[in-house]
């Protein structure tokens, strides 16, 4: 797949391989708007199959760059947006800042034409993507990441200040219970001991993982204690 995009983006349309890596990502939340986002995007360009004297031609245009630069700083700022992993910030966000500096170079030059893809893209970055509802849950902690949201029913450990909600997770049979634990970005007020549910979002703190909980309550001990993988 990751093949064929390129070759698509580098013989369909020019200018494509964003759109290629943006649709890669979508495509894990809904295969339709993958679709839809590489077909806006003109990858498939009706006008590359037609003969070169009735190809149309699009000039330069400041407008069509800004729209391009809005959608990547959009997208960086948010880490990602769910659209992309969040290591790939870091480059949106000097891809927005050539368009800007395309947008300056090209400040006299004026393309009404131009100004429609990337319209949709900037329409697709803000609109299009639909909010992410998978949840990590004491199961699924793997792959967790900076941005993810996570919802965590345990224990609450605390040692040298530092506060943990604790579960144990079974493969096979009791004989294999392992525990689950995440570390808390910050105290809180119940004793040691007590069940807590906490919901919110996973940050970075000193090379670590934590929960920073939105939202988090005591609730009565379950009947299974366990989780099961």
């Avoid at 659209?83 to 300056?104: D, K, Q, S």
């Avoid at 493969?171 to 119940?190: E, G, I, K, M």
């Avoid at 703190?205 to 988090?216: G, I, M, N, Y």
Wanted: hydrophobic fraction near 50%; include cysteine; glycine fraction near 4%.
């Amino acid at each position: 797949q990751l093949v064929c995009g390129v070759a698509l983006g580098f013989f369909a349309s020019p200018c494509a391989l964003g759109a290629v890596a943006f649709a890669a990502a979508l495509r894990v939340q809904s295969s339709l708007a993958a679709w839809a986002y590489l077909a806006v995007a003109g990858i498939f360009d009706v006008h590359a199959f037609r003969s070169r004297r009735h190809a149309v031609r699009c000039g330069h245009d400041p407008t069509a760059y800004v729209l391009l630069a809005s959608a990547f700083v959009i997208v960086a700022a948010r880490r990602g947006d769910a659209l992309v992993h969040p290591l790939l910030a870091v480059p949106l966000a000097a891809t927005a800042l050539v368009a800007i500096y395309a947008a300056w170079t090209h400040r006299r030059s004026h393309s009404a034409r131009a100004r429609i893809v990337p319209a949709l893209v900037l329409a697709a970055s803000v609109l299009a993507a639909p909010a992410p509802q998978y949840r990590a849950t004491e199961t699924t902690m793997a792959q967790l990441f900076p941005g993810e949201r996570l919802a965590f029913t345990g224990t609450l450990v605390r040692k040298n200040r530092n506060d943990a909600l604790v579960r144990y997770a079974i493969t096979c049979c009791r004989a294999d219970a392992q525990p689950v634990a995440v570390r808390l970005s910050q105290p809180l007020h119940y004793a040691a001991g007590t069940w807590i549910r906490a919901e919110g979002r996973i940050e970075r703190r000193d090379d670590q993982l934590v929960l920073a909980p939105r939202t988090s309550r005591p609730i009565p001990a379950p009947t299974d204690p366990f989780v099961y993988r």
